[in-house]
């Protein structure tokens, strides 16, 4: 079975190949969490999150901010099941 594994920059359809892969890995996440952008992937929060409560246990830390760690903890998890990697210098 062929598996790619480098997308070729400047290849003809590279973009939309990056798109239909990224967009199998992250299917569940997709219009709900995450954005796929032409060679990025955003984990994105929700407005309604943004509430002045905390969490329980953790003083300091509102709900909104430990969901969204929980959203991309999930990402991050998927991505690395898929095999694929992500660029510590593009996530800074």
């Known amino acids: 079975m062929y598996r790619p594994t480098r997308h070729v920059q400047g290849a003809t359809n ?14 569940v996440y997709l219009e ?6 032409i060679d990025n992937v955003g984990v994105k929060d929700l407005k309604s999150w943004y509430v002045e409560e905390e969490v329980e246990g953790l003083p300091g830390v509102r709900s909104f901010v430990m969901q969204h760690l ?11 099941g898929a ?5 510590r ?3 800074n």
């Open 14 to 27: 590279s973009v939309s190949a990056f798109v239909r892969v990224w967009r199998k890995i992250l299917n």
């Open 32 to 37: 709900s969490i995450t954005e796929i952008f």
């Open 70 to 80: 929980h959203n991309l903890d999930n990402v991050i998890a998927d991505v690395e």
């Open 83 to 87: 095999g694929a990697t992500i660029s």
């Open 89 to 91: 210098e593009k996530s």
